[in-house]
């Protein structure tokens, strides 16, 4: 379920080159926080992956609601850590 989640947000992943350095920006809409900078595209994507799997892990721990993706409801998976 979370590998498919992480799937499927990654593929709501909008990427921008920024012109002052040619480097990529990269984020996933919806889930505040969820950003990466790197110098090529497939580094991005790797970085963001990585920012998004962090952001999942601390909101869990935390506690905190994360959006519901495509019909996938990791608060649920959180519920059923911490019971």
């Known amino acids: 379920m979370l590998a498919h989640f992480l799937d499927v947000a990654m593929e709501m ?3 921008e080159i920024i ?3 040619a480097s990529y920006w990269g ?3 919806g889930l505040q926080g969820v950003w990466a900078k790197h110098q090529t595209l497939a ?3 790797r970085e963001l992956r ?3 799997s962090d952001w999942i892990a ?3 721990r935390m506690g905190l609601e994360i959006p519901e993706i495509a019909g996938i ?3 649920q998976v959180g519920t059923a ?3």
Do not use: F, V
């Open 50 to 52: 990585e920012a998004l």
């Open 58 to 60: 601390l909101r869990l």
């Open 27 to 29: 984020e996933i809409p």
């Open 19 to 21: 012109e002052d350095d």
């Open 43 to 45: 580094g991005c994507q």
């Open 13 to 15: 992943g909008r990427y």
């Open 73 to 75: 409801n990791l608060n």
């Open 81 to 83: 850590i911490h019971a």
